[in-house]
């Protein structure tokens, strides 16, 4: 085959692709099976490896994501990218639309449902995308053309070569995309995320687009915000104008003139919203013509011609039919309500979060009683209060058991901590977690060994303990492997690396509870050892800044458990380094704590903070009255200007190197 035949074969299998992309997700009327597209497509990417010559930035094979970045770019917003004024009752939109209305009489309303996800910038250069970028604060925003590639929905060519188009959408997460995710992150034992909007905030700005690729994002384009060679006079024209381009355009839009017709669009978007397959919330009520809208202009904040319908949560009665445990990996018994199915915000919901004894306790719940549900952030179901009228005496207490359901320990149930622990670290429900989190990069730092591996060595009866890590041999890991010998010796070569870490990651892959990494640190800089440590009596533990009462009291009980002594004497015979190695070097910069901004050049965020720490200082995350001085690298943001707003000390990396060469 000649190459032009070639070249012609590879454009016609681009074309055919995006004819199914924009079927499937854009128009929602696929025409091909599933196994039928993946075909082409692989068809597709073995001839653009075959002949790189004919590769093409805006070919559907790019959606699969590339190299990882290191950073996110700047972009800086030619046209704002405001945010909405919210309104809260029909009282407060009814004075929105009045005072529009008492100088523009016959103006229109553009009435939109408002998606839940991440703002976004599209730009095309001659119909062709070239950028892609967050909000930002509306004026400054990051390049994440990679990521935005991985979206079907998004268009890599227009179907018309505009010279320039730059439109604003909103990228989601759809309800059943999320499910599925968060169901494998429970399964491999990882945080969940909290609602379909984080779990998108964080896809977004992963610096490896394949993991975004996975993750099966959508958008909707809902706004021009420049526009080059086409004059659009209105936003239902260019609502029209967009869909005319191709592009995933937000559904079922209403054109409004009063505010009867705008408050019953409302109510219908918000008694149907529960069943979309997208989370929104609230309506978008935006003024119709472009020159009304730049006549009245916006305040520092917001646009004056649009407003956001917030709707209140939805809240419905069920029963309350039992209270389960589940037991966490820092040892932490969460009660679950086992509800009486019910139908909230779109979903069939039989569980709900109880929070604590404290909570239970609060709102004086019973076994058998009814309830009032809602979906906390429109999707964790928690109970909101006790029908207490609906009460027929049949209704029992709830009690926590004295020992834990898992492994029979007895239970730390103290009066002044709303949880109820178990603090055996070998319990069989927090082992796999605890292991997990005792070979984690800011623990022991056990590289290559991750969950899977874990989980099949514990199914093994390998793992009884995280002592037993530095008992496992290469042939136990190597079994796990096809040809795993290579493997396995990387992985024990790290186990026996970790030996050597300071001692501050011992104690905090400990997992004792309420001792975060900086608080293992300051208790190993304290007590030097962990014999030392363990020794320690209360008001010794509370003479370290930052330990209180509850802290010291956690830290002690820890230790009293003989179970946990004996996994500490087994890691201690296998050789692991209980000694502190980060002596303090001189205290000039106790008592102040830094704030770390930008990109530093010298060193990386972990050594920067390290040399901080041996000099008796502290970092912290942001920006407050309490931070002491804000080391700037190049491209410091928000925090910076914090700084300077706050009156707080600022320095550069120059003055860093001086201040501790001194």
């Known amino acids: 085959m000649e190459l032009t035949e070639i070249k012609n074969k590879i454009e016609k299998l681009r074309e055919i692709i995006e004819e199914h992309n924009r079927n499937y997700y854009i128009l929602d009327n696929p025409t091909i099976s599933d196994y ?89 250069q001659n119909g062709v995308f070239f950028r892609g970028s967050t909000r930002g604060d509306g004026d400054v925003g990051e390049d994440i053309t990679e990521n935005l590639k991985t979206i079907k929905s998004i268009l890599m060519k227009l179907k018309k070569a505009l010279p320039y188009i730059e439109v604003r959408g909103e990228v989601f997460m759809p309800k059943s995309v999320f499910e599925k995710l968060n169901d494998e992150r429970e399964k491999n034992e990882e945080p969940l995320f909290a609602n379909p909007r984080n779990a998108a905030a964080g896809s977004l700005r992963q610096l490896d687009s394949r993991i975004t690729a996975k993750r099966r994002l959508d958008i909707f384009v809902f706004n021009i915000q420049r526009i080059e060679g086409y004059d659009i006079t209105s936003h239902n024209e260019a609502l029209r104008f967009l869909s005319e381009l191709g592009f995933k355009v937000i559904p079922d839009y209403r054109l409004c003139s009063t505010f009867d017709e705008i408050k019953n669009e409302i109510e219908i978007i918000g008694d149907n919203r529960g069943e979309l397959p997208f989370d929104i919330d609230g309506a978008v009520i935006k003024v119709n013509d472009f020159d009304l809208r730049r006549k009245l202009g916006s305040t520092s904040k917001f646009p004056k011609w649009a407003a956001a319908f917030k709707y209140p949560p939805e809240i419905k009665e069920t029963k309350l039919l039992d209270i389960t445990l589940d037991v966490g990996r820092t040892g932490v018994l969460t009660p679950r309500a086992v509800l009486s199915p019910v139908r909230l915000a779109g ?174 640190k300051l208790l190993a800089r304290h007590f030097n050892t962990l014999d030392n440590l363990i020794n320690a009596t209360p008001e010794e533990l509370m003479e370290i800044q930052d330990v209180g009462n509850i802290v010291a009291e956690c830290i002690v009980g820890f230790f009293k458990r003989p179970q946990n002594i004996e ?90 190197i001086n201040l501790i060469k001194e």
Do not use: W
């Open 36 to 124: 039928e597209y993946d075909m082409l497509m692989r068809e597709l990417i073995s001839l653009e490896e075959k002949y790189p010559e004919f590769k093409s930035p805006t070919s559907p094979s790019v959606r699969i994501g590339g190299a990882p970045l290191k950073e996110f770019k700047k972009v800086v917003h030619e046209v704002r990218m405001e945010s909405l004024q919210d309104v809260f009752s029909y009282e407060e939109l009814s004075d929105f639309v009045e005072k529009i209305k008492k100088d523009a009489p016959d103006c229109d309303f553009i009435v939109e449902r408002k998606i839940d996800g991440l703002s976004v910038s599209l730009e095309y």
């Open 347 to 520: 979903t069939r919901v039989e569980a709900a979060t109880i929070h604590n004894k404290d909570y239970i306790k609060k709102l004086d719940i019973k076994i058998g009683d009814t309830v009032l549900v809602r979906k906390a952030g429109e999707i964790i179901p928690e109970i909101v209060s006790v029908v207490k009228d609906k009460r027929d005496g049949s209704e029992r207490d709830f009690e926590f058991p004295k020992y834990c359901p898992s492994c029979g320990a007895e239970l730390v149930n103290d009066e002044n901590d709303a949880f109820v622990r178990c603090v055996n670290i070998s319990c069989p429900r927090q082992l796999i977690r605890g292991i997990i989190h005792f070979a984690s990069r800011p623990a022991m730092d056990i590289e290559g060994l991750g969950t899977a591996i874990i989980e099949q060595l514990a199914e093994m009866g390998k793992l009884k303990s995280v002592a037993d890590l530095y008992y496992l041999k290469t042939a136990d890991i190597a079994a796990l492997y096809k040809k795993g010998e290579k493997n396995a010796e990387n992985i024990m070569s790290s186990i026996n690396k970790s030996k050597q870490n300071d001692l501050y990651r011992l104690i905090f892959g400990l997992g004792i509870p309420n001792v975060g990494e900086r608080t293992a």
């Open 567 to 656: 996994v500490i004497e087994r890691i201690k015979a296998a050789g692991v380094n209980t000694e502190n190695k980060s002596q303090v070097l001189d205290n000039r910069f106790e008592g102040i704590t830094f704030v770390l901004t930008g990109g530093l050049t010298n060193f990386t965020r972990d050594e920067a903070t390290a040399i901080i720490e041996k000099f008796g200082g502290k970092t912290a995350s942001s920006v407050s009255k309490k931070t002491g001085i804000v080391l700037a690298g190049e491209d410091a943001g928000s925090k910076l200007q914090k700084a300077k707003d706050l009156g707080i000390k600022i320095i550069d990396e120059n003055e860093f």
